[in-house]
């Protein structure tokens, strides 16, 4: 009989209970092996699991083998992301290029090798001859890291050299991609708003005398308009998202593949797949669904009993998208707080007194302030927690008029710095072994039986 892929509904449901039947794993067997689920030990620290130069997160420490919260920290290449913020902004300078450079090298910019870097970001912009063509337009997709990361694998294609690891072509690969991808961006952007969304198609040419936000902004509107407020809120977004250690989902599935020799350009199209889901980069999209949900059920912003109530509701999986999640609380390192939301927080106070969103701040203000207290009334769960990066990320982008497909997008676009210098670290440093962690195998006793017997 030839198989037929058209089964119907009652099939796959016989085969989904057929698939439950012997695959679920008894929950009692991880603490019975000592399992660390998700490389994380029991009380929450991290399976240390490689050496790294680039970024370093911290929000406790361990004090008598017991972790004690602590005011979170961010660093890039041991300078703490305030300093480096501070900075430029002292400068009136964009910080992207200079954050960028040094990340990948390991050091701060002078000016004239500042110069330089931006003209060699700038000069590699421009896509290769016909890509937008043939990977973009011939083949649309309505979510822009999915077709963010089959652009990057594309890019294999279109590459002399792709499997040469040295250093040198590491570096070129790596400024290449740093440089193309806020242009990938705005081209499955605009392809996704003409083809799904009955849009006409605006593709701009990248304007090499601009900076990374300024050209990505010029890039998505129709109009080109942008102002100088919103490219220097984007390019502050872009730093702070830049990097966060070698630990976090995208940067270790980076890690993960270049330890196995591959090349660059499926290496970064993995993190990118990493860094799509909602558990990871795809959190600040959930942000914004979620506040969507509290702001059309919740009558008064301001009352905040009301607003607890709600939240209660979506603990207990009653409202929202039924996860049980507050989403943009909580963080696998950080505890009492995090260094980028604090940051974000204090700049979405200011652009909403200026846009007319003050009312929609203080409900995230109040969302922030009731959420602990729900999540331990609910869930019985009193350890710290904090607002992560993804709670302000989604609302700046919203007040700068940025639609909230490109969120996500906007995240890979700074993380793509951060991918490339841990991705080369994995490569160039001699002794690195490939990544492979063990499982432990629990299969039931069986014998194979012939098939007229089953």
């Given at each position: 009989?030839?198989?037929?892929?058209?089964?119907?509904?009652?099939?796959?449901?016989?085969?989904?209970?057929?698939?439950?039947?012997?695959?679920?794993?008894?929950?009692?067997?991880?603490?019975?092996?000592?399992?660390?689920?998700?490389?994380?030990?029991?009380?929450?620290?991290?399976?240390?699991?490689?050496?790294?130069?680039?970024?370093?997160?911290?929000?406790?420490?361990?004090?008598?083998?017991?972790?004690?919260?602590?005011?979170?920290?961010?660093?890039?290449?041991?300078?703490?992301?305030?300093?480096?913020?501070?900075?430029?902004?002292?400068?009136?300078?964009?910080?992207?290029?200079?954050?960028?450079?040094?990340?990948?090298?390991?050091?701060?910019?002078?000016?004239?090798?500042?110069?330089?870097?931006?003209?060699?970001l700038a000069e590699y912009r421009t896509l290769p001859d016909y890509f937008t063509e043939d990977m973009i337009l011939k083949a649309p997709s309505q979510n822009i890291m999915n077709k963010l990361a089959r652009s990057i694998l594309a890019l294999?294609?279109?590459?002399?050299?792709?499997?040469?690891?040295?250093?040198?072509?590491?570096?070129?690969?790596?400024?290449?991609?740093?440089?193309?991808?806020?242009?990938?961006?705005?081209?499955?952007?605009?392809?996704?708003?003409?083809?799904?969304?009955?849009?006409?198609?605006?593709?701009?040419?990248?304007?090499?005398?601009?900076?990374?936000?300024?050209?990505?902004?010029?890039?998505?509107?129709?109009?080109?308009?942008?102002?100088?407020?919103?490219?220097?809120?984007?390019?502050?977004?872009?730093?702070?998202?830049?990097?966060?250690?070698?630990?976090?989902?995208?940067?270790?599935?980076?890690?993960?593949?270049?330890?196995?020799?591959?090349?660059?350009?499926?290496?970064?199209?993995?993190?990118?797949?990493?860094?799509?889901?909602?558990?990871?980069?795809?959190?600040?999209?959930?942000?914004?669904?979620?506040?969507?949900?509290?702001?059309?059920?919740?009558?008064?912003?301001?009352?905040?009993?009301?607003?607890?109530?709600?939240?209660?509701?979506?603990?207990?999986?009653?409202?929202?998208?039924?996860?049980?999640?507050?989403?943009?609380?909580?963080?696998?390192?950080?505890?009492?707080?995090?260094?980028?939301?604090?940051l974000l927080k204090d700049m979405a106070r200011k652009v909403a007194e200026k846009k007319g969103f003050s009312k929609e701040f203080e409900l995230f203000e109040t969302v922030e302030k009731l959420a602990p207290a729900v999540l331990a009334k609910?869930?019985?769960?009193?350890?710290?927690?904090?607002?992560?990066?993804?709670?302000?990320?989604?609302?700046?982008?919203?007040?700068?008029?940025?639609?909230?497909?490109?969120?996500?997008?906007?995240?890979?676009?700074?993380?793509?710095?951060?991918?490339?210098?841990?991705?080369?670290?994995?490569?160039?440093?001699?002794?690195?072994?490939?990544?492979?962690?063990?499982?432990?195998?629990?299969?039931?006793?069986?014998?194979?039986?012939?098939?007229?017997?089953?």
């Open positions: 009989m030839e198989f037929n892929p058209f089964f119907s509904n009652q099939t796959l449901m016989t085969l989904c209970e057929e698939f439950a039947k012997y695959n679920l794993i008894d929950p009692s067997y991880y603490q019975k092996w000592d399992v660390k689920r998700g490389l994380r030990n029991a009380d929450g620290t991290g399976v240390v699991a490689g050496v790294t130069q680039i970024g370093n997160v911290r929000g406790y420490y361990m004090q008598d083998g017991e972790k004690i919260p602590m005011e979170g920290q961010l660093f890039y290449r041991g300078i703490e992301i305030s300093d480096i913020i501070t900075g430029f902004r002292a400068d009136d300078r964009f910080g992207f290029e200079e954050t960028a450079y040094l990340l990948l090298f390991g050091k701060l910019p002078k000016r004239e090798e500042l110069r330089a870097f931006r003209s060699i294999y294609s279109y590459d002399d050299n792709p499997e040469n690891t040295s250093l040198e072509n590491e570096l070129l690969h790596a400024l290449q991609l740093i440089a193309r991808v806020p242009t990938i961006v705005a081209h499955a952007f605009a392809v996704k708003r003409h083809y799904f969304d009955n849009e006409s198609l605006y593709l701009h040419r990248p304007r090499p005398e601009l900076s990374v936000s300024e050209d990505f902004l010029h890039s998505i509107r129709p109009d080109n308009h942008f102002s100088e407020l919103e490219a220097r809120l984007l390019d502050l977004c872009l730093v702070l998202h830049m990097e966060h250690g070698g630990g976090n989902n995208s940067a270790f599935a980076c890690r993960v593949l270049s330890s196995s020799g591959t090349d660059i350009f499926s290496t970064i199209s993995a993190a990118v797949g990493s860094l799509k889901g909602p558990r990871h980069g795809g959190a600040n999209q959930k942000v914004m669904e979620m506040f969507g949900y509290i702001e059309e059920n919740v009558d008064n912003w301001s009352d905040e009993t009301e607003v607890e109530r709600y939240l209660e509701k979506l603990v207990r999986k009653e409202a929202g998208d039924g996860s049980g999640l507050i989403y943009g609380m909580g963080h696998a390192v950080y505890t009492l707080s995090d260094p980028r939301a604090i609910v869930k019985g769960d009193n350890k710290p927690i904090c607002a992560n990066v993804d709670m302000y990320s989604g609302l700046v982008y919203k007040m700068m008029n940025i639609p909230s497909e490109l969120y996500t997008p906007l995240f890979a676009i700074a993380r793509m710095v951060g991918w490339c210098a841990h991705r080369i670290e994995e490569v160039y440093n001699p002794g690195n072994k490939i990544i492979r962690p063990a499982y432990r195998a629990v299969p039931g006793s069986g014998r194979y039986v012939p098939i007229a017997e089953r």
